[in-house]
Nanobody, 128 residues
Framework: LQIVESGGGLVQPGGSLRLSCALS????????IGWFRQAPGKEREGILC????????KSTDSVKGRFTIARNRAKNTVYLQMNSLKPENTAVYYC??????????????????????WGQGTQVAVAL
């Protein structure tokens, strides 16, 4: 399975951005998808995920109400919609996949190795 993220860039505080996570070499329906981010000098953290079977989503408190995850099975692509962005959201954003992840896991205490496949990341900068 290969994963490619795109859509990162520079956005002003309060703005929105949509990241894409395109899968190839595998079918989206087989994988739970997680979105992660790593800010400068900080550890990588999981922020949202979607189940493989029904696409149900989970989010951490840090992004709840502002970030959402959505799947397009026809395009084998998962999206991260980010609204009301703040400077502290500046980070490299990663998409990752877990095979046969009927119920995705995300957030503190969930090891990164839970997800076997990772993209290269896309940079998001929130600044004036």
């Amino acid at each position: 399975l290969q994963i490619v993220e795109s859509g990162g860039g520079l956005v002003q505080p309060g703005g929105s951005l949509r990241l894409s996570c395109a899968l190839s070499g595998g079918t989206l329906a087989r994988y739970a998808i997680g979105w992660f981010r790593q800010a400068p000098g900080k550890e990588r953290e999981g922020i949202l995920c979607a189940n493989s079977n029904d696409g149900s989503t989970k989010s951490t408190d840090s992004v709840k109400g502002r970030f959402t995850i959505a799947r397009n099975r026809a395009k084998n692509t998962v999206y991260l919609q980010m609204n009301s962005l703040k400077p502290e959201n500046t980070a490299v954003y990663y998409c990752a996949a877990e095979a046969d992840g009927d119920e995705c896991l995300i957030g503190p205490g969930v090891p990164l190795v839970e997800y076997e496949y990772w993209g290269q990341g896309t940079q998001v900068a929130v600044a004036l």
